[in-house]
């Protein structure tokens, strides 16, 4: 089945709770974003991701839904949300859903019934018996809970969540789930959206609930973990829905290798059009993300060489509302923000595949600066925060783990100008917004002409209109100790991407000495056989006759 997304379509995720507040209450709402959309626009997106909408009691910052069919009221409405998917198309813009799937909210109408005794909705849902008193099985859960909790009053009746204990797995197991998500998928369509982003889409299908091989990470991930069954849901909903409608849908993949990668998204298996995978965010931990280390550049270009090669289409990323900010991890951030942001730039809009950038990027944000764990939201943090004091772990460490990798680091509010609230917001904002906002900030950058949001738009603008960028092959060149080169070629078109991931001044490596003519250089065009401190440069080479 064919690719959905066009070629050089460049996709922005707006986290909505952070992007813009029009009302005052410190959240984000959906006008914000309408309000929003010429700077969307100005930088050359073409279509639009939005993080959960929907009604939701916000355990997981909506990604607990309890109607899927109904817009968050702190949000808007649907009246909104419909202007919205106008106002965008009328620029070009497409709108793109995220679809959680694998779980509801407890406090969804489904949840409810079964909770009420009806048989019909607790299929829908996967609820067991313990076993001599003990728990149904030896499973993990992502949010270092545990993943069964007390169905109701029951005394021995369980249902699963493998993420926070409101968040309730679906029965993939039950047609009546695929068929209510069809129906669901097919109401925003109607509504003019053009593509889903599906939340942990390779885990939804359980093929059974066996004990699991003790494991440190997610015990009984053999028996969730991108099954034939996921395979067989995402074909149908593939035929079924997306085709009819022409829409795409990328999914997140959570411990897939490039194998499992490819039987979701090898365009002839009709399944996914792209993935998110998670390898090169992993770059800089020991085991789990908690422990992290110093960022090792070279592990990164390995990572992404492997991936751009094995797959014939990816959905590049660096940063989204989950991942700590892609340049905070650079050692030299300090004086090289901007630098390093524009470099992100280049190699992000210069790889093979989608790219993705989230809200913010486009003016080199940076993690959170939380002094403390009352500063963070984040559920995820305050498990793992707990679950590390259990273990004994010192406070001063504790904190530092999640001072480095909440999530919360990159959920901060979209900075908009140096006012007070950043331009977000004239109220208290949900989450500290960072201090550097009165530097880092969408007015100040729009100002600079040599700045960090005019490269982004330089780049973006290329990556849509050089063929050799947007549909060109990918060979990678070099994979040094801070420097990454990779070529691009369409039709005899080569175009050299070369980024210098470091915050050292190095010589350009001897193998591009051949390296044809500079398109452009992060640092204007005077460039020299110096890479300057996280410079990115593209070459053209002559094109074949
Ligand atoms: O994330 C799934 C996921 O596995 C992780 O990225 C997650 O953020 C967590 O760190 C696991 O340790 C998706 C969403 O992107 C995330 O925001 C949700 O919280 C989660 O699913 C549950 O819906």
Redesign the pocket.
Known sequence: MPLNVPKNAVIYQIYPRSYRDTDGDGLGDIRGIIESLDHIASLGITHIWL?PVYKSPDD??G??IADYKSIQPAFGTMEDFDELVREAKARGIGIVMDL?I??TSDEHEWFKRALAGEEKYRNYYIIRKGKDKKLPNNWGN??AECPWARFGDSEDEYYLHL?SKK?PDLNWNNPEVMEEVKDIMRFWLDRGVVGFRC??INIIYKSSLENGKKRLVLTGQEHFMSQEGCHRILQELRREVLEPYGAFAVG?T?FVDVKKGKDLCDASRGELDMIFY?EHMECDQVFV?WFKTRLNPRKVMKTLTKWQTALEWNACYFE????PRFISRFPDLKNYRAEASRMMAGLLMTLKGTPFVFEGQEIGMVNGDFKDLSEVEDI?SHNIYAMAKSLGIPKRIRWKMIQRTS?DNARTPMQWSAEEGAGFTSGKPWLKINENYKEVNVAAESAREDGVLAFWKKMIEMRKTDKALSLGDFNAIYEGKRVYAFERNFEGRRLISVSNMSGKAVKLPKILEDRGSLVISSYGKCASDKLMPFEFRLYLCEEEK
């Open positions: 993080s997981d910052n990604y607990d959680v694998n779980h992502f949010f993420f968040q939340d942990v997140e959570v998670f993300k989204n509302h989950d991942q995820e999530r």
